[in-house]
């Protein structure tokens, strides 16, 4: 029933796989998890930042943005940029390339904004190939390092440096990895919060029926823009901390393929509008093709992308949210009982 | 007599089309105000154009003395305009009481007040067990009362409906009569647009009759259909169908 | 700048021009069925180019021969990517973006494995002619011929026959077109079909001017998406139109400003039009 309180031993079954995976992740590499997994882990936790704010934005309002490499990138670039020319150190540019390339996103996206269905699905695609094709133009290319990148000291490498050589890369990557998973669960939770939040329900609004969420009352260009503004805060948060902790940053960011598809297809597979979903289909996605290499090298992708497109053809949308709820269920007859 | 909705000369084109000719009439506090005419005859556009989703090519809408012809819908809905669309349209994969109170918090700005409204509202049209259920599992009586639950609940001063009888059986029609009526009664201006006569002549004050976006009569409803040109466009056009 | 460098950008905007043109054809009739964005298409380019290569090297086929091989196998291929993985996907169209766009890594992925990253070219056709003093390329012309040629066609085939009349009776309404008796299935089974087979044609005749690498199928896939959307979703000589817009603009721009930045210049002139007027030059308000 609607106004019904749920009882405590409800909630505390409900939050059980929630903290039964953050335990799961925090003590991965005190279990021996270290090197290349451990890298990938943390570019996992970092990606789960851009499928939530493909779930939140995309998921919800159904407009599709396909622009969020475009983001994702721009942040990479923006650190990069402010540490090479203005001698800002990557901890603090951090910070600054997060405004700045959310601000650049609303201002690029916010016109289209009023563009509904396919056209705003194929202006947002065409943003990122404009910035790739400004990045390796001349004469830009010289200032924004074309196909080479830019190179930068990655994150606490100035500390790392002062450590034993021996531990001077595991350093890195630990430190790294927990960054990540800091980043993962706080950006998880506010995903949540948000996405069942009145405002969660206005964003669906939008996507269910937008004039007549307008004729109600709803503010529809405002749910829009604070809906987008959050989204790329999520994406430019993941952008700057991935290009944070590598060296140099390329195009190879921007490339939808890298930073749209990985986290678009998590969106879609886990259920879109669902936050759950889209978050263990992040994982489990992108565990999967981390894993496919070891078995199939360089047939992976192809595998993959079949596996996708059976799951997406087989079952349109919301596979792991309907198993998870399925599961949730069994868990919660188990433990009654 | 105060004018609660006053529309000035309204004219809307669509390229070539005009939907609206300078269309003038006033609604009077309190009471139910029908409209009717023709398919095609403008009467939906023209609730568009109070509503807001359409922009008038000329013209100036008035409500309760102030100007909200450039207005935008949602502005609208808090200075008091409520509308039921035309077929039944409401948010399908929400649940009926979201439905309700997202319309709430949209106009009320405490967050307690309007689940209080909600409840009111969903109290009033019967929707309480329903409350969380999709909207997609209700009949289309009840998505009827959902749609009135949402008007009731921004507490408006004139509510437009868009053909409200059209799929209700008759003892449904009769149950939609007597909520408008008592809510008439409560201080809520009525427009209706109805295709169908028979209800609209029971309820209404006044009509006026629209034929290719030019009104062609107004006046009591008793009156208006004794009115040779309206005889031939409107009941004309029914017979020979 | 003397009269020369007018003569070049005016001539080679044209033969451009008409390169976008092709590029956009099948795309855009595809897109205006039923706002299919095909993320394929351009795999249907590489693939058929692909073809036509490995039947002159490994076979040693006339090129003519393997081209026609190659254009009937891209329609195929086309059919086959509508029915398995668009057609189940098309009440959620987000997911068609997903799983076309699946389809085109996997070829991607294809001819990388198999054929390498080494670009690869096909023979030109012979000869040069001198036009205003300026020497073009017989294979220009060709691709001028074919692509007025394939305009004309597409245009012919939905104004004058059945099919193609079906085509635009889905393109204005699925429900509608279905009472009259059209079975929308059929008609987007022919749409893929056509739309591979000008994708095919288009890779067999651009690929000699340009190399062929397993990701060359993306640019001309970014072009039809950025044309078609100036020119506006369904309508053909609106593709026109701004397959002319798009050459221009980029030939100029690569004189004044030369190559890298003017490759882009059309597309930021496609994004402020769709800021202005979402439903490109031609489209129709919906």
């Known amino acids: 029933m609607v106004f019904a309180k749920r009882s405590t031993k409800d909630l505390i079954i409900g939050k059980t796989p929630f903290f039964a995976v953050l335990a799961g992740l925090t003590l991965l590499p005190l279990l021996g998890v270290g090197g290349y997994w451990l890298d990938v882990l943390t570019k996992v936790n970092l990606f789960l930042l851009v499928t939530l704010a493909i779930d939140l934005y995309s998921g919800t309002t159904y407009y599709l943005n396909l622009g ?13 940029l402010l540490n090479i020319y203005y001698g800002i150190p990557i901890e603090y540019s951090i910070f600054l390339a997060v405004p700045i390339s959310v601000f650049f996103s609303l201002v690029i996206l916010l016109p289209s904004l009023r563009i ?35 190179r930068y000291k990655q994150l606490f490498l100035d500390f790392a440096r ?49 004039e007549l969420a307008e004729s109600v009352g709803i503010n529809t260009l405002k749910v829009k823009v604070i809906g987008y503004l959050i989204s790329s805060m999520y994406v430019s948060v993941a952008g700057a901390l991935y290009a944070s902790m590598r060296s140099p940053v390329t195009v190879d960011l921007v490339v939808p393929a890298n930073t749209l598809v990985p986290p678009l297809t998590s969106a879609i597979v886990g259920g879109l509008g669902t936050i759950i979903g889209p978050a263990i289909a992040n994982y489990m996605l992108l565990l999967t093709y981390e894993s496919l290499w070891g078995l199939i090298g360089r047939w992976r992708v192809i595998v993959y992308m079949l596996l996708l497109i059976t799951i997406v053809v087989i079952k349109p949308q919301g596979l792991v949210f309907r198993i998870y709820l399925d599961l949730k269920k069994r868990l919660r007859g188990v433990l009654l009982e | 007599m105060s004018e609660i909705l006053k529309c000035e000369e309204i004219t809307k084109r669509f390229g070539g089309l005009t939907a609206l000719n300078k269309v003038s009439f006033n609604v009077v506090k309190g009471e139910i105000f029908g409209i009717i005419g023709p398919n095609g005859s403008g009467k939906t556009t023209l609730l568009n154009v109070i509503t807001g989703l359409l922009k008038p090519d000329g013209g100036r809408i008035m409500l309760d003395g102030t100007d909200i012809t450039k207005l935008e819908p949602h502005k609208r809905v808090k200075l008091g305009i409520a509308r039921m669309f035309q077929g039944m349209r409401v948010f399908p994969y929400l649940p009926v009481y979201l439905n309700v109170e997202l319309v709430a918090r949209a106009v009320y700005n405490n967050a307690r007040l309007a689940r209080a409204k909600t409840s009111w509202a969903l109290t009033m049209s019967g929707l309480l067990p329903e409350a969380a259920e999709l909207p997609i599992k209700l009949t289309p009586y009840k998505l009827r009362m959902l749609e009135f639950a949402r008007i009731l609940v921004s507490n408006p001063k004139i509510a437009l409906l868009d053909e409200p009888f059209a799929g209700l059986e008759s003892s449904e029609a009769e ?14 201006t009525f427009i209706i647009i109805e295709h169908r006569l028979r209800y609209l002549m029971k309820i209404a004050n006044r009509v006026m009759v629209l034929n290719q976006g030019v009104k062609i009569a107004e006046g009591k409803p008793e009156e208006v259909v004794k009115n040779p040109q309206v005889i031939e466009v409107y009941f004309g056009g029914e017979t020979r169908k | 700048m003397d009269i020369d460098i007018y003569k070049y950008i005016l001539i080679f905007s044209i033969f451009h021009s008409s390169t976008y043109l092709m590029f956009s054809l099948g795309f855009s009739m595809l897109f205006g069925v039923a706002k299919i964005p095909n993320l394929a298409y351009g795999s249907l380019y590489i693939f058929s ?10 076979l040693g086929l006339e090129q003519v021969v393997a081209a026609l091989i190659a ?98 009776a889905v393109a204005e309404s699925w429900e509608e077109s279905r009472r009259l008796g059209i079975n929308p299935l059929k008609v987007l089974r022919v749409a893929f079909f056509v739309s591979g087979i000008y994708a095919g044609a288009t890779g067999v005749l651009l690929t000699p001017l340009k190399a062929l690498t397993p990701t060359a199928g993306w640019g001309p896939l970014f072009t039809a998406f950025a044309i078609v959307a100036l020119g506006g979703v369904g309508s053909v000589s609106g593709t026109l139109i701004a397959s002319f817009v798009y050459g221009f603009l980029e030939q100029t721009m690569t004189y004044i400003l030369g190559g890298g930045i003017a490759s882009i ?22």
Not at chain 1, 118 to 146: D, E, K, M, N, W
Not at chain 3, 265 to 286: A, D, H, K, Y
Request: net charge positive.
């Open chain 2, 175 to 188: 149950s939609m009569i007597d909520l408008i009526k008592k809510f008439n009664s409560l201080g809520i």
């Open chain 1, 162 to 210: 002062s450590l034993p050589p021996g531990i001077r890369l595991t350093f890195l990557q630990y430190s790294y990895y927990y960054i990540s998973l800091v980043a993962a669960v706080i950006g998880y939770l506010i995903a949540y919060k948000i996405g069942f939040s009145e405002f969660g329900f206005m964003l669906r609004a939008v996507g269910q029926d937008e």
């Open chain 3, 71 to 168: 254009v009937s196998a891209a329609g195929l291929m086309s059919l086959l990517i509508g029915e398995a993985v668009v057609r189940p996907a098309l009440k959620m169209p987000v997911s068609i973006f997903i799983t076309t766009l699946a389809v085109a890594y996997i070829f991607e992925e294809f001819f990388r494995i198999e054929m390498g990253l080494k670009p690869i070219t096909l023979p030109l056709y012979p000869g040069v002619t001198y036009v205003l003093g300026v020497p073009v390329s017989n294979h220009w012309f060709l691709v001028l011929v074919a692509s007025s040629l394939m305009f004309s066609l597409l245009v012919a085939f939905l104004k004058y026959t059945v099919l193609g009349r079906s085509i635009r």
């Open chain 3, 49 to 58: 180019s692909y073809v036509v290569y490995s039947l002159m090297t490994y």
């Open chain 1, 116 to 150: 509904r269905g396919v056209y705003f699905a194929i202006l947002s695609l065409l943003i990122p190939i404009v910035f790739i094709g400004i990045v390796t133009a001349q004469p830009f290319s010289l200032y924004l390092g074309g196909e080479g990148g830019l």
């Open chain 1, 68 to 80: 969020v490499s475009f983001t994702f990138g721009f942040a990479g670039y923006a650190l990069a």
């Open chain 3, 265 to 286: 210049s059309p597309l930021i002139l496609i994004i402020l039009v769709l800021v202005f007027r979402p439903q490109g030059i031609m489209g129709r308000v919906e």
